[in-house]
């Protein structure tokens, strides 16, 4: 693929994804690529690749003879991060938040607990960096820069459990974050209080405090689902 045949594939992707997920085409609707060819401008392998994008994400379905068919949303890859990018980006953006918070909430205080067992020299350090990362940009409205702190940390937690099933969840979490930033559900400055926890949860990976790491990660995530009700009722 040329480079403006992935910029065009790009487009359509961008443009058929969030529709599909927002609902603009229903489970059922069948979509068809010279019409999808037309509408964008664009040429027929264009949309082909288009469509295995969506296929691998199980958004649609290709049939010889039938088209495309639109999936229902209990088929959808809702751990693909192009696709929590594309839910938060309609208007089920709350309901979709408060899905990937109670995830989190389910699953990192527990990753937090094998990372103290678990944790690499590297590993510590790399959450002790991230952790002063985000207090140095917690203030003044640095949310871009926090989020590139808030991000590493969570996915070296994930990592650092040793657990091969909770490590690729560091891009769902990471999506869930962007989301957030993105969309305006942050506050101008992060809780002052959030990013202390940051801080004392990399110190007790680091003195290999299971307890203590699972704990504070726990609070960390019921302080976001309280962040939520207050800024994504």
């Known amino acids: 693929m040329t480079t403006e045949e992935g910029g065009l594939h790009a487009r359509v992707l961008d443009a058929l994804g969030p529709a599909i997920t927002a609902g603009e085409y229903p489970p059922g609707r069948v979509l068809r690529a ?3 060819a037309q509408t964008h401008g664009v040429s027929r392998s264009v949309v082909r690749e288009a469509v295995r ?4 994400m199980r958004l649609v379905e290709s049939r010889r003879r ?3 068919t639109v999936l229902p949303a209990d088929r959808w890859n809702v751990y693909d991060p192009r696709v929590i990018r594309w839910r938060l980006s309609g208007t089920d953006r709350p309901r979709q938040l408060r899905s990937l918070t109670v995830l989190r909430s389910a699953v990192e205080p527990v990753a937090a607990r094998l990372a103290a ?3 690499t020299p590297e590993q510590c350090a ?5 952790a002063l990362g ?3 940009t917690s203030r003044g409205r640095q949310l871009e820069a926090y989020l590139v702190h808030d991000t590493a940390f969570h996915r070296v937690v994930l990592a650092a459990s040793g657990n091969e099933m909770f490590a690729p969840l560091g891009e769902v979490v990471a999506a869930t974050l962007t989301g957030r930033t993105r969309h305006g559900v942050m506050f101008e400055d992060p809780d002052p209080a959030a990013v202390t926890l940051h801080v004392r949860v990399a110190e007790a990976i680091r003195e290999r405090d299971a307890a203590a790491a699972e704990r504070l990660t726990r609070d960390i995530t019921v302080g976001a689902l309280r962040e939520l009700d207050v800024l994504a009722p």
């Open 34 to 36: 010279d019409e999808i």
């Open 126 to 130: 790399a959450l002790t960096e991230h």
């Open 134 to 136: 985000m207090v140095a």
């Open 66 to 68: 039938v088209g495309v």
């Open 117 to 119: 067992l678990n944790a």
């Open 53 to 56: 994008v969506l296929e691998s």
